[in-house]
Antibody, heavy 119, light 108 residues
Framework: QVQLQESGPGLVKPSETLSLTCSVS??????????WGWIRQPPGRGLEWIGS???????YYSPSLKSRVTISIDASKNQFSLKLSSVTAADTAVYFC???????????WGQGTMVTVSS | SYVLTQPPSVSVAPGKTARITCGGN??????VHWHQQKPGQAPVLVIY???DRPSGIPERFSGSNSANTATLTISRVEAGDEADYYC???????????FGVGTKLTVL
């Protein structure tokens, strides 16, 4: 079955760059029917979409994060990645990767990874 | 940007029907998806494209969408349905995925 797994450092210093990778198994990331996305959830709060990417490299980003976010894809490894620059404590959250049907429904979620921004 | 409005909480007795609403300007023209999130877990898609159920989701979960309100209906509520529920759309005008703030369903 389709599975997504996030990986990356659990602790990032303020002003540095947060980097996470999502490894996809059970389906090719080159699927023409799906986008791949990142979502985060600060402690005790709701879900916030960060951005989505297609296998061609086409991306959509949240306007509030666009200046600091880069999402990329490595089809040879069946992975996609998130970079968020100039992080502050407000970026502390659980980060989820997910598969999207087209641009639309997030139908498969990773288990999530907690990232804390602290010196 | 597009805003989705959900009640913060809904309470229901076991065996009864829970209805969770998601309001948005002309939301009936968009496809609405619903996600269930239990404490400490990742969200799970329970309804997509307004009223479709992914495989493995009980028939007790259903959805509707019209005018300015989409509704997630959970029939014969069980204790295991207690969770946060988020509505979600793709907004073509802003090219963004948008989530509602979430509704905490409490089973009394």
């Amino acid at each position: 079955q389709v599975q997504l797994q996030e990986s990356g450092p659990g602790l990032v210093k303020p002003s540095e760059t947060l980097s996470l990778t999502c490894s996809v198994s059970g389906v090719s990331i080159r699927s023409t029917s799906h986008y791949w996305g990142w979502i985060r959830q600060p402690p005790g709060r709701g879900l916030e979409w960060i951005g989505s990417i297609y296998h061609s490299g086409n991306t959509y980003y949240s306007p509030s994060l666009k200046s600091r976010v880069t999402i990329s894809i490595d089809a040879s490894k069946n992975q996609f990645s998130l970079k968020l620059s100039s992080v502050t404590a407000a970026d502390t959250a659980v980060y989820f990767c997910a598969r999207l049907r087209g641009l639309d429904a997030l139908d498969i979620w990773g288990q999530g990874t907690m990232v804390t921004v602290s010196s | 940007s597009y805003v989705l409005t959900q009640p913060p909480s809904v309470s229901v007795a076991p065996g009864k029907t829970a209805r969770i609403t998601c309001g948005g300007n002309n939301i009936g023209s968009k496809s609405v998806h619903w996600h269930q999130q239990k404490p400490g877990q990742a969200p799970v898609l329970v309804i997509y494209y307004d009223s479709d159920r992914p495989s493995g989701i009980p028939e007790r979960f259903s959805g509707s969408n019209s005018a300015n309100t989409a509704t997630l209906t959970i029939s014969r509520v069980e204790a295991g349905d207690e969770a946060d529920y988020y509505c979600q759309v793709w907004d073509n005008d802003s090219d963004c995925v948008v989530f509602g703030v979430g509704t905490k369903l409490t089973v009394l």
